[in-house]
């Protein structure tokens, strides 16, 4: 158990649906990262944040966005779904962003019908 | 362009083989972090090692060992003694140093059978 959680772990929507993914990062920890793994695109990071700010941006759709509250608990929303967006998304959590290891949630398998 | 190339897709194995896992990183940055992440078929990805690049100490730790050749760009991971736990997928990761992300590699997909 690497202490970060996901909820849900499963999820199953319809095209043009939205829906919100959490993420609670390890005690301590200050960075959330998100990543999306496909069996295109493999794993893919999405965007982070470090203590309530946005940090980096990778390959995140502008239908995606995601926000980390005070008590430093992260949401990735994902609107307008669509087929492709059918995914594993993961959240990890480090100390910093700097050199610290990222340890990774359990992940919610996303599935767009 | 990748960054990080996991040229072997799939490798199997019978029990208590060895197994050696190749990763092939591109930076240009001095300073910079290479990880190898476990994904078992439970989905879950479970951090095993994380090297600096200052730090080319290979090192083992149980059935497990790295070799990390700055010279070639290689961080390679070897299971000794491989046992059916192990089937799992294998992903080599790179962190530059001014980013946060990781950069991962396509996975190396193992599998033991008894």
């Known amino acids: 158990d690497s202490g970060v959680t996901q909820t849900p772990k499963h999820l199953i929507t319809a095209t043009g649906q939205r829906v919100t993914l959490r993420c609670s990062p390890r005690s301590g920890d200050l960075s959330v990262y998100w990543y999306q793994q496909s069996l295109d695109q493999g794993l893919q990071f999405l965007i982070q944040?470090?203590?309530?700010?946005?940090?980096a941006k990778g390959n995140i759709l502008e239908r995606f966005s995601a926000q980390q509250f005070p008590d430093l608990h992260s949401e990735l929303n994902l609107s307008s779904l669509e087929l492709g967006d059918s995914a594993l998304y993961f959240c990890?959590?480090?100390?910093?962003?700097?050199?610290?290891?990222?340890?990774f949630g359990p992940g919610t398998r996303l599935l767009v019908l | 362009a990748q960054k990080v190339t996991q040229a072997q897709t799939e490798i199997s194995v019978v029990e208590k083989e060895d197994v050696t896992l190749d990763c092939v990183y591109e930076t240009r940055d001095t300073t910079y972090y290479l990880f190898w992440y476990k994904q078992p078929p439970s989905g879950e990805l479970v951090f095993l090692i994380r090297?600096?690049?200052?730090?080319?100490q290979n090192e083992i730790s149980g059935r497990y060992s790295w070799n990390f050749q700055k010279s070639t760009s290689s961080f390679n991971f070897t299971i000794t003694a491989s046992q059916v736990v192990d089937s799992a997928v294998y992903f080599c990761a790179l962190k530059e140093g001014s980013w946060g992300k990781l950069q991962f590699g396509a996975g190396t997909q193992v599998v033991v059978t008894p």
């Open positions: 090297r600096n690049s200052f730090d080319e």
């Open positions: 990890a959590s480090s100390v910093n962003s700097a050199q610290e290891t990222q340890y």
């Open positions: 944040y470090y203590n309530g700010e946005e940090r």
